[in-house]
């Protein structure tokens, strides 16, 4: 397994120091008491009044229709998606079930629901890599979504490959080092946006 730990600069948990996203997957299958659990973490995220407005759509790259999904991906995601064991389409509810109001706050559940999978896939020896180059009105249609429901990502799930045996420019992305934007240039206080929190001035 490739292991790439984040360079933190601050300690956190070891399962979200580990979960990075590649592009080189080991096509070996996902035990099904694995996947039970990672969509079992994804049950108890939090959402807006508890409407739990995400829905997964699982895809086993050993099923007849796994193509189908593959033809679901932009291209340049389809040349490594097809390696990843799984494939999920996922999709949210437009209302709210309670009251039948837009539920502006579905996206946002709906990240939180596939963070805490992400995180116990990583707990589990599995990456997760997240994608919004899809075809949204072909997954529609091929998984017959609804109009109350409408699709958003997909994620490719499985363990990570050695990128040394992946072709050229997907090799490059997977060994190259991992970075993010300073807490400083995210986190604001109280003077205003654009203004640092002091906790790091």
Known sequence: MNHKPAPVSEPILDCLKNRWSPVVFDSRP??????????????WAAS?????????????????????????????????????PLLVFTAVAK????????????????????GNLSIQATAHGLSVHQMGGINLSKVRLTYQIPDNFDPVT????????????APPGLSERDASPRSRRPNEATVFGSEGWG???SYWV
Request: hydrophobic residues 45%; aromatic residues 8%.
């Open 195 to 197: 203004q640092a929190a």
């Open 30 to 43: 996902v035990d099904l008491s694995v996947i039970k659990s990672i969509f079992e973490a994804a049950r």
């Open 95 to 114: 209302q709210l079930e309670r009251n039948g109001n837009p539920n502006r706050c579905a996206e946002h559940d709906l990240g939180l629901a596939v």
């Open 48 to 84: 807006c009044f508890n409407e739990q407005p995400w829905r997964f759509i699982v895809v086993e790259r050993d099923s007849v229709d796994f193509g189908n999904a593959i033809d679901c991906l932009v291209e340049a995601n389809q040349v490594w998606a097809k390696d990843a």
């Open 154 to 165: 997909a994620l490719a799930i499985g363990y990570a490959g050695d990128p040394t045996q």
